[in-house]
């Protein structure tokens, strides 16, 4: 099912490598993140090239709620728990200044750029926005709690961060990567400090930036363990009210809301990919009994990567691979994090300090909560006696009777009925099935 960015925007068409190729810097993904670094590599005057396996904007990019925003629910007082005030600042910097350099490039590209209030609501907690607003304050950003929004149903309030934004994002990607040095449909079959390996020859770079969703290696950095993947789901809908911003739940299960043009933007029913959740069903009763008078007209799913602290990550790889760096984790929160991704990557890349490097880096502590229920998902995955079974790592496959497809509940990789790979981190079709 196509997503209403997909049906309404024409991207360029770049061809296949056909060589070897040298270059002093290789980007391996063509979602938000990897057009972004390529596009800041040129503008650097930096010799690069990126490869897609598929088309630009293909993948988690073309199916994004594309919302941008500093605002990612209500992390900023677990932030300065985890990190400390001056490291939660810095991140919110770091995406305020994602916000800044978006507004600033789209004034040039008709993407449906609109500034919009964004709001973190509780359906009845109220105490949890007070302790996030308090932790605001500390870090001197100016929010609001709002009591007063436009949602069909009561709350105990909402935080309110002005002067935000949404877009159009393959509209957007369709204007940046004009010019670029990209080829599609080149799959990157081996992965390894300076080179790539793929269908068509072999790729030398100096340093390689790997923003493929889910990072290809898995003998490095540990991202089986640091990531688990989470499926959410989208109904767009005729004759819905104009809600006039963005509007998430603080609750993971909640339901958020965004205009696009006259459709509302109804997405939710989120789950563990490979685990049983609300999907489109719970969408679809929430319109009938909230908007009765509205028409769905287009519906889609994501697959969004998340982090063991709510942090993404981004910056070298690990500390065995020189020269290799990531780009993952985004929380839901892709577009913001796929402009500061490329703001760091390229100073980065480029030997230059950058001060939100530390924040994101992937080699921070693992101890949180989150690693135990990721080992024993991957483990009881190992362990339960089903066929088929995923190629990445052997987790049991589950069947998602919503999408048609079998999913891993271990680290997300998805297939279609008959076999064939829809989400990373496998790297082939899944064959037997």
Request: hydrophobic residues 40%.
């Amino acid at each position: 099912m196509d997503s209403i960015w997909l049906q309404t925007a024409l991207l360029p068409k770049f061809g296949p490598l056909r060589s070897d190729l040298k270059t002093d810097v290789l980007v391996v993904g063509g979602g938000m993140a990897g057009v972004l670094c390529a596009y800041k590599l040129a503008q650097a005057g930096v010799d690069y090239a990126l490869v897609e396996a598929d088309r630009i904007g293909g993948g988690i990019t073309q199916n994004t709620t594309a919302k941008i925003t500093s605002q990612h629910g209500l992390i900023y007082r677990k932030l300065i728990r985890q990190l400390g005030v001056e490291r939660a600042r810095l991140y919110l910097e770091a995406n305020q200044a994602a916000l800044e350099e978006y507004r600033a490039l789209c004034r040039n590209i008709r993407c449906a750029f609109e500034e919009k209030d964004a709001f973190v609501y509780s359906a009845g907690n109220r105490q949890k926005l007070e302790k996030e607003l308090a932790a605001l304050d500390r870090l001197g950003f100016a929010a609001e709690l709002r009591e007063d929004i436009p949602l069909p149903f009561p709350v105990a309030g909402a935080i309110k961060f002005e002067r935000q934004a949404q877009f159009h994002p393959l509209k957007f990607i369709a204007a940046i990567s004009k010019g670029l040095r990209i080829f599609e449909q080149t799959k990157v079959l081996e992965l390894g400090p300076g080179k790539a390996v793929t269908h068509a020859g072999t790729i030398s770079a100096e340093r390689i930036i790997a923003a493929t969703h889910f990072p290809l290696l898995n003998k490095h950095g540990g991202y089986f363990l640091k990531l688990y993947q989470h499926r959410s789901y989208v109904l767009a809908l005729k004759n819905a009210p104009d809600v006039d911003g963005m509007y998430v739940d603080e609750d993971e299960k909640g339901l958020s809301f965004r205009n696009y043009g006259d459709r509302l933007l109804l997405g939710g029913g989120s789950h563990r990919t490979g685990k049983q959740g609300g999907g489109w069903r719970e969408l679809e009763r929430f319109a009938a009994r909230r908007y009765p008078d509205a028409q769905e007209t287009v519906r889609w799913a994501t697959q969004d990567c998340m982090s063991l602290d709510g942090v993404p990550y981004i910056g070298p790889y690990s500390k065995r691979t020189p020269g290799l760096f990531v780009a993952t984790g985004f929380n839901k929160w892709g577009m913001t994090s796929s402009m500061a991704a490329a703001q760091i990557l390229t100073d980065l890349v480029l030997e230059r300090n950058n001060p939100y490097a530390a924040v994101f880096s992937p080699s921070r502590t693992i101890l949180r909560p989150q690693l135990a229920v990721n080992g024993l998902e991957s483990l009881l995955g190992l362990l339960t006696p089903t066929a088929p079974r995923c190629p990445h790592m052997g987790c049991a496959l589950k069947y998602n009777a919503a999408e048609h497809s079998w999913d891993c509940p271990c680290h997300g990789s998805r297939f279609g009925e008959d076999g064939k790979l829809i989400n990373n981190p496998a790297s082939d079709d899944k064959r037997g099935m």
